[in-house]
């Protein structure tokens, strides 16, 4: 329970300051502009209306996929969005005809899921929705400026310092803390991304720091466009293949927009894809099915393998905090962020700018201790998904405890009934595309099925 420090007066909601334009920034916008009579969102990149990877997203360049319970939110807060991207070229792919997993080695059976994940590049699917938060009346997009610290009154967050000049710019971001314009605000989202700023905020302004829970996964991941016939794999749209002990490979394959296909390699634990052409097309032979294998072998590369190395997931556990300055509230990738595979990030983002809404509705009093208690539940499932994905693979780093030992034998054993099995594949779809919480596997008539199938 929080220990405010300061008196936390309800202040009128005039105007919200949003630091970082990615998609949790957007949809931080997006909930804060129903609450806040203006709300100004802060972007070091220079942003227009192209649809192109940008400096302060690296990760646009990878592989993104809108799993279905975050195509859900976003179509809420954005009416039509679906449609908006599908006829700018982006596909959908449903999942009980047109998705191939590959789990502890097999292919799972289809499972009977009337959903959809929405397969648009990165910058697609931000520069879409940047164009409709960009179109609401009371919200103003301050691209080339970076942010370089807080303004704080009495212990309260009161604004954040900008400083013109963009991602291009020799010393963007490496301005002193504390210089450059003052933006004053009721409420400041850190929506920065991983390396998000509230934490050390937090130390500068005498608070303790959050605990943080780690999965040090040491991935990287290498992605490159190719150009493939649509039908190249049978009518699968996307193919995500997981690492297994012994291999810590995986790969995702997907159709994009501009009818190409984007495949991301991915290597835990040090093993890391390299980038040459022959190094990069052996590494997916390790990992791809063999009609993958050889539809890769004949596709067309559009572009160099570009690589991002992604040494852990973390989690900030901010609501474990007893004390936490008013005004300021961590976001997204800077509360959590998650090892992509899982391709988790943007629905969980999604999820939290409904708990936001939920804050707000409340008022601003005790919003940071409302909105962490209500983000660590939207967290906790996808942490999990993540985190024992990760450390079932022996060669990565970290304690098990017992619980997840346990759910690791008995997802291993799962993914061999749901082999062959539907009604047992399609609870474990449901939970990793977050349509159903966790519990859903452990249901009897699932946990019958899996408890009698053969061991691994
Ligand atoms: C390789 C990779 C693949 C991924 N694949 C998926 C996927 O398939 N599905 C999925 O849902 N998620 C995926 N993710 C996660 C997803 O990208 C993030 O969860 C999501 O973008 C939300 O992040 P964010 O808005 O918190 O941060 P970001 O998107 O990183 O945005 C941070 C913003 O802050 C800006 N900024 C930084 N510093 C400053 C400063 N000083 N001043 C002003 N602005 C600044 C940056 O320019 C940027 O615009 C992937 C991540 C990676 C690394």
């Not at 940047?130 to 103003?140: D, E, T």
């Amino acid at each position: 329970m929080f220990e405010p420090r300061f008196p936390l007066p309800e202040v009128h909601m005039s105007h919200a300051v949003v630091l970082g334009a990615g998609m949790g920034g957007l949809l931080a916008a997006r909930t804060l502009a129903e609450h806040f009579d203006r709300v100004t969102v802060v972007e070091r990149d220079k942003l227009d209306a192209s649809v192109a990877p940008r400096r302060g997203v690296p990760q646009g360049r990878h592989l993104h996929l809108l799993l279905p319970r975050g195509g859900q939110v976003l179509n809420r807060l954005f009416p039509g969005l679906t449609g908006e991207l599908t006829a700018a070229g982006a596909p959908l792919a449903h999942h009980e005809r047109e998705v191939r997993v590959v789990l502890s080695g097999l292919t799972q059976a289809r499972p009977r899921l009337d959903a959809v994940t929405i397969l648009a590049s990165r910058p697609l699917l931000e520069s879409t929705v940047r164009a409709r938060v960009a179109a609401l009346g009371n919200v103003k997009i301050l691209d080339e400026h970076a942010v370089t610290g807080l303004i704080t009154h009495r212990g309260r967050v009161v604004g954040a310092r900008v400083s013109p000049g963009h991602s291009g710019t020799a010393d963007a971001g490496a301005a002193p803390v504390g210089s450059g314009e003052e933006v004053e605000a009721d409420l400041v989202v850190d929506a920065l991304g991983r390396a998000g700023r509230t934490k050390a905020w937090l130390a500068e302004l005498g608070h303790r720091t959050p605990p943080e829970d780690q999965v040090k996964v040491n991935v990287a991941y290498a992605s490159r466009f190719l150009r493939m016939p649509a039908d190249a794999l049978g009518g699968d749209r996307v193919v995500l293949v997981a690492a297994i002990p012994g291999r810590p490979r995986a790969m995702v394959l997907a159709r994009q927009e501009g009818d190409r296909w984007m495949l991301s390699l991915g290597g835990l634990a040090g093993d890391h894809p390299p980038l040459t052409g022959a190094g990069y097309l052996d590494f997916a032979a390790t990992v791809a099915p063999p009609d993958v294998h050889a539809a890769l072998r004949d596709a067309v590369p559009l572009s160099d393998p570009v690589r991002q190395h992604f040494p852990a997931s973390v989690r900030r556990r901010y609501e474990r905090l007893r004390t936490f300055p008013p005004g300021l509230l961590p976001f997204a990738d800077s509360l959590c962020s998650f090892n992509p595979l899982y391709g988790q990030g943007m629905t969980v983002a999604a999820l939290e700018s409904e708990a936001l809404a939920a804050g707000l509705r409340a008022g601003t009093r005790d919003l940071p201790e409302r909105f962490f208690r209500a983000a660590a539940r939207v967290i906790a499932p996808a942490w999990l998904v993540a985190a024992a994905g990760d450390l079932a693979l022996p060669e990565v780093p970290g304690p098990r405890p017992a619980r997840i030992r346990v759910l690791n034998t008995y997802i291993r054993r799962l993914h061999r009934v749901a082999h062959q099995d539907p009604t047992v594949a399609t609870p474990f779809a449901q939970v990793i595309t977050y349509l159903a919480p966790p519990a859903r596997i452990a249901a009897p008539t699932t946990a019958r099925k899996v408890l009698r199938g053969p061991r691994p």
